[in-house]
């Protein structure tokens, strides 16, 4: 059962390891393709945040995020195989900031081709973030430890 509890989380973590490690060696200068891709949908939030709050949301630089978003994946993912809920946490919340972000499909009308391509990967987003949370769920069901009950001795004399 450990064996296949470890392989099961190196499976999934790898997912986010090498999607890490993708994005780390893209990054360079200008901070890669991921970048490229955040500012027009940062530029979208914070437009939208700006007129419901009424207040000007001072913008936020893409190179961080991206950053940011390596960081949690990175440790996030090499955590997770090891078993500590720390990891599961950080990739909980690189799921639950990037993947609204990222995977924007309420700006588009279900007649256009990219709303159910970027539904879908929402979805997964959704469902990693439910293995996650399962995870956690099945973490804190087991005692950190066994107390052994001590044999009574046997009384002499």
Do not use: C
């Not at 190196?10 to 999607?19: G, H, R």
């Not at 990054?27 to 490229?36: N, S, T």
């Not at 945040?49 to 001072?58: A, F, N, Y």
């Not at 500590?84 to 946490?89: K, L, M, Q, S, V």
């Amino acid at each position: 059962m450990g064996f296949f509890s470890f392989l099961g989380r190196v499976l999934f973590a790898s997912l986010f390891i090498l999607s890490a490690w993708q994005m780390f060696n893209e990054f360079g200068e200008d901070g890669g393709p991921a970048v490229k891709e955040l500012i027009p949908k940062l530029a979208i939030v914070n437009k939208h945040l700006s007129s419901k709050l009424g207040v000007v949301i001072p913008d936020i630089d893409p190179r961080n995020l991206v950053a940011g978003m390596i960081v949690l994946k990175g440790l996030g993912g090499f955590l997770f195989v090891f078993g500590t809920p720390f990891g599961a946490y950080l990739l909980l919340l690189h799921l639950a900031v990037s993947s609204p972000l990222l995977y924007d499909f309420y700006n588009y009308g279900r007649d256009q081709s990219e709303y159910f391509i970027l539904l879908n990967e929402f979805l997964q987003s959704v469902a990693l973030f439910g293995a996650l949370l399962f995870f956690i769920g099945m973490k804190n069901l087991i005692p950190k430890r066994q107390i052994k009950k001590k044999a009574p001795k046997a009384k002499v004399g």
